[in-house]
């Protein structure tokens, strides 16, 4: 994704047309999106599009839908909506170059935004920074302002906005390098690494353009300043055609103007009260001088009709514009808009997609061949995105048997809205009718209501049956029953639902004991486990177990990481299973490194194919850096997605850590091994984790 991470204008525009255009010219194939607002490139390359050579994916909202959004500050419905669009219209595995958002708006960062939205499609981060100058500090607070934000990138382009010699570049390039070695503080060391007339920054974070400003880039014809300004046209004379090089505000008198049209491509601003240059001015063109235009300024009106010069001039070829807009009102805006490319302007479009193409680094335009810059990684949105639209492909029924809780209702009827699930809330109907009303609610079809006493009496024989070996008698069972869990739990055994989902009030264990008691392990399984899906800013994780198991053997240990890697399937996560312990490899002893060694080990006899490791210690599984350290032959170290901790002590107590101190959401509990999906909720589980926990239970009764 492209962002501009200052305010570049319309030469980010520029950019992208170099960008696209030498792409196209390596025939590498690629796609187009703009979520936010409408796209010019797909004009620019409508010959393209449509032999189907690029695909152009039209944007998913609005500038003014998007702006609506902004201001009632619903910024992730906003990327719900874009990534929404985007997995329904992408047709092709190519390459595809999103268009940052560039709207200036008061209600967010517009470099916040582009970065949620890049995150939100797994999209690799390309910033565009205007550069004042080639200078060092310039550079240096682009790196460190993306750095501050935490906002990771692999190449970087810089663009200056004035001339320069070809030497003030490599001066720029000289100056860094030795910036770098002078460098030695912690924060700066291994930032940068200079090499063969390129900026290489840590990771192979590179500068892959260098653009300098060229002036014909910013040459507009007369039409493109009437449209800038919206003016008036009073002769059209050969405005498509003849380009402004210059402007020339004349408020000198009219001999010393006429000596300053020293060129046939000057823009004339000549005040309309001094109709004295004008005329002299008008005069000059019948006499044969060339000019490419001439604007009129300020409010007040000419009676052209009555004029005898602007009959003469009428038969010429010089446009004539007007505006009511005062002198620095017009100069303001012509500086706005010197860099905006109309897409009926291909001349122009053709020197800047060349220019621009030509400092873009051919190495990196070569390697996309490959999809090099493409990074392994599984956003948040994208997760929410994959279990819900799973979720929507069958009609599955949820019991919530917390029925009468807010925040259970407000899920329901999410689900319901988005074609989730029909959830039944279990309660009384007046209840939970009155809760809605407070809540402004609206409970549609989906959502069904039953009042359990209604139907307790079906559920005593069954109950009674299928506990009758542990003493289970009518009036044991007719009290049991009056339990919601409970209810729900036979409900799901007798395949009246297809999941049920409980917690937000109950505890884990009245959630699980009736689970455990009646719907029981699958065949093949001897062990109920569970994981949390951890949603980082940028990647998914599975912990487990954080929920069940107190003190698992290592027998139990390793079933867990089984159980583990195919829920990781399942949701679309490619399993890299660290084991985790105090230990890295040999680098301690004792019991419980043993436990986890010996777990690690039967996994791999059973099932060769999946890539686990252990004993690893946290950061050597989650951290690159420390995992090449620690285990620099591990093919997990570092890249851990599914971590499996020891004892329920160490897991519960880690994923609440990073849950509360990161500020980050948990899905989860979510059970493995049983018969039919039960699922717990933590008792502090917001309205959007009980959405999640039953699109997950959904996917997991598909599998049933």
């Known amino acids: ?351 800047i997609q060349k220019y621009i193409g030509k400092n873009i680094n051919q190495n990196w335009i070569r390697s996309l061949k490959n999809n090099s810059i493409k990074k392994e990684k599984f956003s948040p949105s994208s997760f929410k995105y994959l279990i819900t639209s799973l979720a929507k492909k069958t009609k599955k029924v949820i019991v919530l048997p917390e029925g009468t809780e807010p925040r259970t209702i407000k899920a329901a009827s999410i689900c319901a809205d988005k074609k989730i699930a029909t959830c039944i809330l279990l309660g009384c109907p007046k209840e939970i009718y009155l809760i809605a009303k407070t809540m402004k609610l609206s409970l549609n079809k989906d959502v069904k209501i039953i009042n359990p006493s209604f139907i307790r009496e079906e559920y005593i024989s069954s109950l009674v049956k299928y506990r009758q070996k542990k003493g289970m008698t009518n009036s044991i069972a007719k009290k049991l029953l009056k339990d919601n869990v409970i209810l729900g739990t036979m409900m799901l055994k007798l395949g009246k639902v297809d999941g049920l989902v409980s917690g937000a009030i109950n505890t884990t264990a009245n959630t699980l004991r009736p689970a455990l008691q009646i719907i029981k392990t699958k065949n093949n399984n001897s062990l109920i486990s569970s994981i949390f899906f951890m949603l980082f800013p940028e990647k998914v994780m599975i912990y487990g177990d954080c929920a069940i198991n107190t003190n698992p053997s290592y027998e139990e240990l390793a079933t867990i990481a089984i159980q583990s890697a195919n829920s990781a399937k399942a949701f679309g996560i490619q399993p890299k299973i660290a084991m985790i312990s105090y230990s890295t490899h040999c680098s301690g002893s004792g019991p419980d490194v043993e436990k986890v060694r010996k777990a690690t080990n039967l996994v791999k006899l059973k099932y060769p194919n999946i890539v686990i490791d252990g004993p690893l210690q946290y950061d050597a599984a989650t951290i690159q850096e420390i995992g090449k350290i620690k285990a620099p032959n591990s093919n997990v170290a570092g890249k851990a997605t599914v971590l499996i901790f020891p004892d329920l002590n160490t897991g519960n107590t880690v994923y609440k850590a990073v849950q509360r101190c990161g500020k980050i959401d948990a899905i989860g509990p979510i059970l493995q091994g049983m018969d039919k999906p039960v699922n717990d909720l933590s008792r502090g589980a917001s309205v959007e984790d009980i959405v999640y926990t039953v699109a997950i239970t959904v996917i997991q009764s598909q599998k049933e």
């Open 1 to 351: 994704m492209i962002i501009p991470i200052n305010d570049i204008e319309d030469q980010f525009f520029n950019v992208i047309l170099g960008l696209t255009y030498i792409i196209k010219k390596h025939e590498i194939p690629f796609n187009i999106f703009k979520p936010i607002g409408r796209s010019n490139l797909n004009k620019i390359y409508s010959e393209e599009i449509s032999k189907k050579k690029i695909f152009f994916i039209k944007n998913a909202l609005s500038m003014r839908s998007a702006q609506i959004l902004l201001k009632d500050k619903k910024e992730n419905e906003l990327i719900e909506k874009v990534l929404e669009y985007y997995e329904q219209n992408k047709k092709t595995k190519n390459i595809t170059f999103i268009e940052g958002f560039t709207e200036k708006s008061d209600d967010l960062s517009i470099l916040d935004l582009n970065y949620k939205i890049a995150v939100s499609l797994n999209a690799e981060i390309l910033p565009i920074f205007f550069l004042k100058n080639f200078c060092l500090n310039d550079a240096n607070q682009a790196i460190q302002e993306l750095s501050y934000k935490k906002i990771s990138f692999s190449q970087i382009i810089f663009l200056q906005n004035s001339p320069f010699q070809n030497s003030y570049k490599k001066l720029f390039y000289d100056s860094l390098e030795d910036f770098i070695k002078q460098k030695n503080s912690r924060h700066y060391k291994n930032t940068y690494l200079f090499e063969k007339d390129e900026i290489k920054i840590k990771h192979m974070k590179s500068v892959i353009g260098c653009i300098p400003f060229y002036s014909c880039s910013s040459i507009m014809r007369t039409i493109d300043i009437c449209r800038s300004l919206k003016a008036k046209i009073i002769n059209y004379g050969n405005i498509q055609k003849f380009r402004v090089k210059s402007v020339v505000l004349c408020t000198d008198n009219a001999l010393n103007i006429l000596k300053k049209i020293v060129s046939d491509e000057i823009l004339l601003m000549i005040p309309s009260h001094r109709e004295d240059i004008f005329t002299a001015v008008f005069l000059a063109i019948i006499e044969g001088v060339k000019i490419s235009g001439v604007l009129l300024i300020g409010n007040k009106n000419i009676n052209y009709n009555k004029k005898k010069i602007f009959a003469s001039i009428f038969k010429t070829s010089l446009p004539i514009l007007k505006t009511n807009l005062n002198i620095i009102e017009t100069l303001l805006i012509l500086k706005k808009y010197q860099f905006h490319v109309y897409e009926d302007d291909i001349f122009r479009i053709k020197i």
